[in-house]
């Protein structure tokens, strides 16, 4: 049996016919950067997020960029985020000229420790970007109480948690901007680069629209300098058919990770992921955790059985070379630290058998006797 890590091919055959319609219809359309498919998109994801605005962009990186540039934060503020994130949430915060803030994370769930944000704010301090990793919504409710009583906005990096709720509520109803990326490993993907911003304010999202696309609303009208960062056509049609399962492709995840956590309790050095009472998390990676630094024998060990898994993040940002002139000491985000040489990623999609799991699981049980 080999196992791969991800596995978009199933997903796609699955699917074949309306996508094969759908990149046929964009192409006839003849417009290609925007259209009538990416408006529709940004219709429809509005509506899936419970908000009243989407705006279609280039990547979630972008994404979170503009929603920075949106809320006019840049020179000389500050953005607390996670410590144990992807680069691309602190690359954006950087690109504005805002200093990113890391705070450590909570060993549990891996998401920003909500006790660690109040020691970070200074009076330069514009905003919090929780982000929602694996698919696991971040606590939101203490985010909320500081960020009001700091005068704060809230930015969510919600590019790993397509349709998660917080107390039964859409993730991105709690934040002032919700960023996702469509890249397409992500729960809902694309065939390229996209992403989202999605807001209930109406002059963010006119100003995130107009920055994606030079700084104007109609042609040649450039009210300001902007950027380039505009969603494809194809890639508007392509997520139009791949929405109307996203609720279902979740659903099954969530069970997948039933199964997972059912056959690895009681194994002894294994921690399975904790879903907080107050989330559903879409379970966009399924993380364990390995004691007793087992961890890279354990993945050697399923690679050699042709299982393939993922580290994420293998090094947590503070600690990685680009923010090396940062000085970071292991004893600055201790959490983040030690579960960076801890966690591992199983092979997690709605493609991925129940066999397959089980095969995976006993080849974990395996390796720990070993
Ligand atoms: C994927 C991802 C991003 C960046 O999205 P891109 O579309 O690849 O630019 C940002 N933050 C997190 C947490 C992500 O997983």
Redesign the pocket.
């Known amino acids: 049996m080999n196992i791969p890590f991800i596995d978009l091919k199933k997903q796609y055959f699955s699917i074949k016919d309306e996508i094969d319609t759908a990149v046929s219809e964009a192409i006839n359309s003849f417009s290609f950067v925007g259209g009538e498919f990416v408006n529709k998109f940004e219709t429809e994801f509005a509506k899936y997020c419970n908000m009243e605005y989407c705006v279609g962009v280039g990547?979630?990186?972008d994404a979170?960029f503009l929603a920075i540039k949106a809320l006019d934060i840049g020179q000389g503020d500050e953005i607390i985020t996670a410590a144990n994130?992807?680069i691309?949430?602190s690359e954006a915060i950087t690109r504005t000229g805002a200093k990113v803030k890391f705070a450590d994370i909570d060993p549990e769930t891996y998401n920003i420790d909500v006790r660690k944000i109040e020691n970070s704010i200074t009076p330069s301090t514009k905003a919090i970007m929780p982000?929602h990793?694996y698919g696991q919504p971040s606590d939101m409710d203490p985010i909320i109480e500081i960020a009001k009583y700091y005068n704060l906005k809230i930015i969510s990096?919600a590019?790993?948690s397509h349709g998660s709720f917080y107390k039964k509520i859409p993730i991105s109803e709690l934040a002032d901007i919700t960023c996702f990326?469509f890249?397409p490993g992500?729960n809902l993907g694309a065939y390229g680069?996209a992403?989202a911003i999605v807001t209930n304010n109406k002059e963010w999202a006119l100003k995130a629209r107009m920055l994606a696309n030079h700084g104007r609303r109609e042609k040649y009208n450039h009210e300001f300098e902007g950027f380039n960062s505009r969603m494809d056509n194809l890639q508007g049609a392509i997520l139009n058919v791949k929405l109307q399962y996203l609720d279902d492709w979740n659903g099954i995840r969530q069970s997948k990770a039933s199964l997972y956590n059912k056959l690895l309790t009681d194994v002894d050095e294994i921690i399975t992921p904790v879903e907080t009472k107050d989330v559903k998390s879409v379970y966009h990676l399924y993380v364990i955790r390995v004691k007793n630094q087992k961890r890279d024998f354990i993945r050697q060990y399923l690679k050699s059985n042709e299982i393939f898994t993922g580290i994420h993040y293998p090094v947590a940002l503070p600690f990685t070379p680009a923010y090396k002139h940062l000085n970071y000491n292991k004893k600055d985000f201790p959490e983040a630290y030690r579960a960076s040489g801890e966690i591992l990623s199983l092979p997690m999609y709605p493609e991925l058998g129940d066999e397959s799991i089980s095969f995976i699981t006993e080849k974990i049980k395996d390796a720990i006797k070993n």
Request: aromatic fraction near 12%.
């Open positions: 990547n979630g990186t979170l994130t992807f691309g949430t982000v990793l990096d590019c790993q990326s890249y992500k680069d992403g």
